[in-house]
């Protein structure tokens, strides 16, 4: 198997979101576009419907603008974790196809878990145990963890658990 560092995949998903972000913004320019063609047409009916192509570049606007600023904090705390050593080892065991043996999952899960209710205000803990429903494939439960990662990172951004900095730390 030939290994790939990860600054390579760093660079491959900025570039990647990037080329996302180009074409989405193209899509919603000519959306917004059509809808103006629409609105200043006659009839009732393209009116709205110029009205409704008009909100569709607003609403993708912001959720695109949402995303990636979710993107960014979560890649701030993962590069303060990474500095401190306390970035869960992504050693778990993978299928053929990539993904994390689910048993395995399970039981990382249940080690982050206990860790946050033994400290709930740690950013930290929160970010590691977003990790664990991710590895799990709970997407929706990953993402609401690592928002109270960041909200807590935000309220407290140098609170460490009594036993320092890397409790709970699997490096």
């Given amino acids: 198997m030939i290994f790939i560092a990860p600054a390579f995949f760093f660079l491959a998903t900025r570039v990647w979101v990037a080329v996302v972000v180009v074409l989405l913004a193209l899509y919603l320019v000519l959306t917004a ?13 393209a009116k709205g419907l110029g009205v409704a192509l008009l909100l569709l570049p607003v609403v993708g606007a912001w959720v695109l603008a949402r995303e990636i600023a979710f993107g ?7 590069r303060i974790l990474e500095g ?12 053929p196809s990539g993904r994390v043996v689910r048993a395995a999952a399970d ?5 982050y878990r206990s860790e946050v209710q033994a400290d709930p205000d740690d ?5 590691r145990l977003a990790w664990a429903y991710d590895a799990a494939g709970d997407r ?26 890397t409790e709970g730390s699997t490096s």
């Fill in 33 to 45: 576009q059509r809808g103006w063609l629409l609105l200043i047409s006659d009839g009732f009916l």
């Fill in 72 to 78: 960014t904090r979560v890649e701030r705390l993962a």
């Fill in 84 to 95: 401190e050593g306390g970035l869960p080892d992504d050693d778990l065991p993978r299928r």
């Fill in 107 to 111: 039981e990382a899960f249940a080690r």
């Fill in 123 to 127: 950013w930290r803990r929160w970010f």
């Fill in 140 to 165: 929706t439960r990953a993402r609401r963890s690592m928002r109270d990662a960041i909200r807590r990172h935000a309220e407290d951004p140098g609170h460490h658990p009594a036993g320092g900095p």
